[in-house]
């Protein structure tokens, strides 16, 4: 009898699916922009490039995500939109593809330019390849650096992965 339910109790973890696993929170994306900056007939500056730095959960959240890496190619149309893909990189090197895009926005005091949007979970790999999910965003431009770079930081709320 014992031999059976130790059997039944192995064939039922073995057949039930794996619960999947979520992170929520909010977090900050300091981010340096390295690209190129091209000013338009109109006189406003249009930048493409890339978008890279550090995912920092507040509340020791984010789970997997904590302190990831991430990379966002994109352009900024600055004054009008702005969009674009994110790879982040959590610690163990499994990805997460997110699409983002943004409208301007009203800049804060001490912002060069501001928007506010949304991204979208868009894939991923190991851990992340089915995930879903993603988040809202304002996104605040807040100096440009001698070399052109330009820094600044973005405010991600109700973020939500499932994985």
């Known amino acids: 009898m ?32 390295v690209g190129s900056t091209f000013t338009l007939g109109d006189g406003r500056p249009y930048f493409a490039g890339q978008f890279s730095g550090i995912n920092v959960f507040k509340d020791e959240g984010g789970g ?18 702005a969009a674009g893909y994110c790879t982040v990189t959590a610690g163990n090197g499994d990805k997460l593809f997110l699409k983002w895009s943004c409208k301007a926005a009203a800049p804060a005091a001490g912002d060069l330019a501001a928007c506010e949007g949304a991204a979208t979970v868009v894939g991923g790999t190991g851990a992340f390849e089915k995930a879903t999910g993603g988040n809202e965003f304002s996104s605040h431009v807040r100096g440009v650096n001698a070399d052109g770079t330009t820094m600044g930081y973005s405010e991600l709320r109700n973020y939500v992965v499932n994985y």
């Open 64 to 81: 997997a995500l904590a302190n990831s890496t991430i990379q966002c190619p994109g352009y900024n149309d600055i004054g009008v939109d």
């Open 2 to 33: 014992l031999k059976t339910i130790a059997t039944l109790a192995l064939l039922a973890t073995t057949i039930t699916p794996a619960l999947s696993e979520e992170i929520r929170g909010e977090a900050t994306f300091a981010w340096l922009a």
